[in-house]
């Protein structure tokens, strides 16, 4: 059965309630079946030769003026709402998940011209889950895995380029470097590696000549923890640190031996060394 409304003779494509109604657009009640008949609302379909394009689902809200509110798209479930969506005067739209009525701290999600907001009422938490499963929580003070030790921030092929932080506080054990072995041999140049970072320096036997430690090409800006107690020195030679231009050289025994070397590297030819 099909409703349509015609003037001079012609179909027209408006369908208008009087005034003051409370319009319904609904089917009978199903006493029949366990499930009640899907309700399809279906626009315009192409039947162009080539190119077919489906004509868009349009629900039309009043901009309001003066005292007017702003009107929402409501999904209900029985008389409580289950989902709301509407734009704010300054220009969000927003989005209400759950039966609470819609205000401009309680939303679920709101979007801007630049910015995408997930959002959850004061006291509440904004949980990140995989497979159903929380992962990470956000709360106004924390943000925390679910499961102790288990996630890694960062991998080694998709690393944060910078952690900038107002005061700092490091719990449990931390680890600067990786394992990873620079052998200097009798002497020459090792050059640090992009990744993973140096953590142990050797020698082979007696310097013959300097051996040199160069952070120039991967390690520009870098701080480094390096254990020197594998190092062999000779009579007059020893370790270089080298960034660019910037050298350092030690020689003398009772530095290196059995010590740790803290070294940064904060811009080209820049190296400050601490044992």
């Known amino acids: 059965m099909g409703l349509y409304s015609r003037i001079n003779g012609l179909v027209t494509s408006t369908i ?5 109604s409370a319009a319904f657009l609904g089917q009978d009640s199903q006493v029949d079946n366990i499930k009640g008949a899907d309700f399809t609302i279906q626009p315009q379909q192409s039947t162009h030769p080539t190119d077919q394009g489906g ?6 809200l009043q901009v309001p003026t003066g005292a007017g509110a702003e009107a929402f798209l409501r999904v209900l479930r029985g008389a409580a709402n289950a989902f709301q969506v509407g734009p704010l005067s300054s220009g969000e739209n927003l989005a209400w998940l759950g039966t609470a009525a819609p205000s401009t701290t309680n939303y679920t999600f709101g979007a801007g011209p630049t910015l995408t907001v997930t959002n959850v009422p004061t006291g509440g938490a904004i949980n ?20 102790d030790n288990q996630i890694a921030f960062g991998a080694s092929g998709n690393r944060w380029s910078d952690l900038e932080t107002y005061t700092a506080s490091f719990k449990g054990a931390i680890d600067l470097n990786s394992s990873q072995t620079i052998a200097l041999g009798t002497g020459g140049t090792q050059t640090v590696p992009a990744s993973p970072t140096p953590g142990l320096i050797v020698t082979s036997g007696t310097f013959s000549s300097n051996g040199t430690i160069d952070f120039t090409t991967n390690a520009s ?3 480094y923890v390096l ?4 190092v062999t020195l000779g009579a007059t ?4 640190f080298k960034n660019g231009t910037a050298t350092k050289t030690y020689t003398s025994s009772s530095v290196l031996s059995g010590s740790l070397a803290l070294v940064w590297t904060h811009g ?3 190296l400050a060394v601490n044992f």
Do not use: E, H
């Open 55 to 60: 004509g868009n689902v349009i629900i039309q």
């Open 221 to 223: 800006n870098g701080f």
């Open 128 to 147: 990140q889950a995989i497979n159903g499963a929380t992962v990470v929580q956000l709360t106004a003070a924390l943000y925390y895995p679910i499961t």
């Open 237 to 240: 030679f020893g370790v270089v």
């Open 16 to 20: 208008n309630f009087a005034k003051d």
């Open 268 to 270: 080209a030819n820049t």
């Open 227 to 230: 254990d020197m107690s594998g």
